[in-house]
């Protein structure tokens, strides 16, 4: 896995894929939220290598066994990519302080590298997300608020 911190934003080639794995999938609201569904192109679903944490609102990549239910998008242009690292609390500066960290990654399916980004914090006092699939984990979770 090659880290692509501290890359400069000039030396990456666009499209640029990159992997979501949790608010920012389609349905989810998160690049709704953000304004910026025309700086991405949906490519297909993947697989990624990793486990998931259930943070609350999103969830956090950790590297580890297991795999975890995607979506592939090209990034069309250097200011979606910088609106991201900017909601993943990604900092190329400081990368040791950063939520997540933005890196290139061997995908299970289709295998191809794609960008991540991967929690950078403490993963203790959070609860896995099992099955690795987001989407289908927070249809569990809400039911379960609702019967408890």
């Given at each position: 896995?090659?880290?692509?911190?501290?890359?400069?934003m000039?030396?990456?080639?666009f499209?640029?894929?990159?992997a979501?794995y949790g608010?920012?999938?389609r349905?989810?609201?998160g690049?709704?939220?953000?304004?910026?569904a025309?700086?991405?192109r949906?490519?297909?679903e993947c697989?990624?290598s990793?486990?998931?944490?259930?943070l609350?609102?999103?969830?956090?990549?950790?590297?580890?066994?297991g795999?975890v239910?995607?979506?592939l998008?090209?990034?069309?242009?250097?200011?979606t990519?910088?609106?991201?690292?900017h909601?993943e609390?990604?900092?190329?500066?400081r990368?040791?302080?950063s939520?997540?960290?933005?890196e290139?990654t061997?995908?299970?399916?289709?295998?191809?590298l794609a960008?991540?980004?991967r929690y950078?914090q403490?993963?203790?006092?959070?609860?896995?997300v099992r099955?690795?699939d987001?989407r289908?984990?927070?249809?569990q979770?809400?039911?379960?608020?609702r019967?408890?």
């Amino acid at each position: 896995m090659g880290v692509l911190f501290g890359a400069p934003m000039t030396s990456l080639t666009f499209p640029l894929p990159v992997a979501f794995y949790g608010s920012l999938m389609r349905g989810l609201g998160g690049v709704e939220e953000m304004g910026i569904a025309r700086g991405l192109r949906f490519v297909s679903e993947c697989k990624i290598s990793g486990q998931l944490l259930d943070l609350g609102d999103y969830p956090g990549l950790l590297c580890g066994p297991g795999r975890v239910v995607g979506e592939l998008f090209e990034v069309l242009q250097p200011e979606t990519l910088a609106a991201l690292d900017h909601f993943e609390g990604f900092d190329a500066a400081r990368p040791e302080s950063s939520l997540y960290l933005r890196e290139t990654t061997q995908l299970i399916s289709p295998q191809r590298l794609a960008s991540v980004y991967r929690y950078n914090q403490t993963s203790e006092g959070y609860e896995k997300v099992r099955t690795g699939d987001w989407r289908t984990y927070l249809g569990q979770r809400e039911l379960a608020q609702r019967d408890p």
